[in-house]
Every structure is written in structure tokens, then in C-alpha cells.
């Protein structure tokens, strides 16, 4: 069973040009989520898509946005690239299921692009 | 706000023995769930364990277990046998419902493990 698959691995950027990163998640799951990974602020939390419509969003300017297909592919796009930008951006995705009103279901994460600014 | 702390930057462990990685949360959800996620230098993320918030017995998953204890708002992960493979960032994290079905997570900083032979 294939991973989550994001490309580009690995990419660099100057300021104030932007970028698009794709995320596919592992077939048949329909949550994906995206995290940057800085040294330090960690990992946050962007956003979460399912079924095409974004369901969550973390506190992050307007720069940054999303989306997803039907295919449940995603992408992430970073407009006006500044230099706290720089991070690893890791995608998850999940079967978002429930079970008794408890969140179950591991997210699985993919190797992540990792954006260097200059 | 949910908050996940991990209090070891850093730890080292004997090839072959056990180590406890440590984590406490906060939360004022009474449905929440307790992960912990490998990370090796690659960057990926592997999830290794488990648990939520109203389940009985402690998580186990092979050489890993999560030690719950719901009233200290711990969840502690357990490495039984270290591998030399095991060196790599632990990551603790929680996921609460955040409405309309959503939910995502909150990281801890992360704790360096390295398994010396």
C-alpha cells in the first residue's frame, strides 16, 4: 500500500516569489492535513481539507492557502515567500473516521518538502 | 488551548535496554487522543502508538507502549529493548475535535533519543 507522497522533496526559493507544494494521500483516505516544521516554532498546524472543502485552519496569514481535489490530492501554495518561511512542510492524511464519538485513526505523515527561502 | 509538554530535549539510552520518553498534556476536551510519532533524520514522520482518551488499558504496539494515566494528564512512551534504529526525534502530540468533524494536532517540542551501542 503506497504512502502519502509529497513532491517537491526538496526546492528553493527567493523572496517574494511563490510556491506550490502537492501532497497525495494514501488511497481511500480523505483528511489531509498540512504542518510546517520549523526549529523554532516546531510543528503547527496549517490546515485540514476532506472532501474537497477546507475544515480547520491554523494561525497563519493569508499567504498561505490550500486545496484539495476530488482525488483527495492536495496542494498548498505560499505566496510572497519570506524568510521565516523556510521550514519542512509535512502533509498527513487520515480516514477521518469516528467511533463512538472518540477521534480515531492515525494520520500518516509523508516525507515532507522542505523549503529553503533566500 | 491544548498544550503538549515534553521536559527531555534530549536522552541517551543503552542499546538493548528500556527508556521512557515523558509527556504531559493539557486539555479541557473530554475526547481527545494521545499519539507519538517518530522522526528520523529523513523527516518523515512514522507514527508508532496510540491511545485515547477513553480507553481502558494502556496502548501497546510491539517494542512500544504508552503508559496513560489519565488524572497526572501523562502519557509516556515506553521503548522496551532499544535498537540502534530507534535514534531519532520523538515527537508526543494530541488531537482534539475541533467541530464539523475536524481535528488536528498539537505537537510537543520533541525529545532526541540516541540508543548507544
Known amino acids: 500500500k503506497a504512502g502519502v507522497t509529497q513532491t517537491p522533496r526538496y526546492l528553493i526559493k527567493t523572496r517574494g516569489q511563490q510556491v506550490t507544494l502537492s501532497c497525495s494521500p494514501i488511497s481511500g483516505h480523505r483528511s489531509v492535513s498540512w504542518y510546517q516544521q520549523t526549529p523554532g516554532q516546531g510543528l503547527q498546524f496549517l490546515f485540514e481539507y476532506f472532501s474537497e472543502t477546507q475544515r480547520n485552519k491554523g494561525n497563519f496569514p493569508g499567504r498561505f492557502s490550500g486545496r484539495q481535489f476530488s482525488n483527495s490530492r492536495s496542494e498548498m501554495n505560499v505566496s510572497t515567500l519570506e524568510l521565516g518561511d523556510s521550514a519542512l512542510y509535512l502533509c498527513?492524511?487520515?480516514?477521518?473516521?469516528?467511533?463512538?464519538?472518540?477521534?480515531?485513526?492515525?494520520?500518516?505523515f509523508g516525507e515532507g518538502s522542505r523549503l529553503t527561502v533566500l | 488551548a491544548q498544550k503538549i509538554t515534553q521536559t527531555q530535549p534530549g536522552m541517551f539510552v543503552q542499546e538493548k535496554e528500556a527508556v521512557t520518553l515523558d509527556c504531559t498534556y493539557d486539555?479541557?476536551?473530554?475526547?481527545?487522543?494521545l499519539f507519538w510519532y517518530k522522526q528520523p533524520s529523513s523527516g518523515e514522520m512514522i507514527f508508532l502508538i496510540y491511545q485515547g482518551s477513553y480507553d481502558q488499558q494502556n496502548a501497546t504496539e510491539g517494542r512500544y507502549s504508552l503508559n496513560f494515566q489519565k488524572a497526572r494528564k501523562s502519557a509516556n512512551l515506553v521503548i522496551s529493548a532499544s535498537q540502534l534504529g530507534d535514534s531519532a526525534m520523538y515527537f508526543c502530540?494530541?488531537?482534539?475535535?475541533?467541530?464539523?468533524?475536524?481535528?488536528?494536532?498539537?505537537f510537543g517540542k520533541g525529545t532526541k533519543l540516541s540508543v548507544i551501542p
Open positions: 498527513a492524511s487520515s480516514l477521518a473516521r469516528l467511533a463512538g464519538g472518540t477521534p480515531t485513526g492515525e494520520l500518516f
Open positions: 486539555t479541557s476536551d473530554p475526547s481527545y487522543g
Open positions: 502530540a494530541m488531537r482534539v475535535h475541533s467541530g464539523a468533524g475536524s481535528y488536528q494536532l498539537t
